[in-house]
């Protein structure tokens, strides 16, 4: 059976499924996401995309902004009262005083009106959280069932490299101030 060994589930695979079953606990209306943080082999940490605690959660008033203006997925966060998945396990740890350093974050991502699996990656808020967290491995699942690992200190590179690009095209003006080319 694929993703066993010797008749037991992989640990990859068995961490991933932990993070599924948080992800259920998410009341976002878009998307369902689950984070787990797991460090020399025990999980530390738990999170799903949602409000801040004790917020209004869409469902509760009415429906999603991003829902009525037919916004895509992954973009006009600041329209959104979600803390991500990722932040969520992150500051969960804190709040119990337990390290991630070192650590891998797995994430888990599901559409509640499809039941499919969406293609889980950190947006770029939250690799930086990653980053500065010390977390060094992120480990999720994506849409066609395939297992993806990220190496934390790669994306350091990358940030920079994007802020270095978009530096350049505001000082040439060809920034606008939503980080969009004119």
Known sequence: MSGQSGGRIEKDLYYLEIAKAVSMRSPCTRAHYGAIVVVKDAIVST?????????????EVGGCIKDILNLPHG?????????????NCIINAARNGASVYGGTLYLYGIDPKTGEVLDAKPCERCRRAIINSGISLVVTMGRDGKIRYYEV???????????LRNLELALRGELDRLGKKD
């Open 47 to 59: 999170g799903y995309n949602g409000p801040v605690r004790g917020g209004v959660n869409c469902y």
């Open 75 to 87: 973009t006009a966060y600041d329209l959104c009262p979600a803390v991500h998945a990722e932040e």
């Open 153 to 163: 200190e790669k994306w350091v590179e990358e940030d920079t490299k994007w802020y």
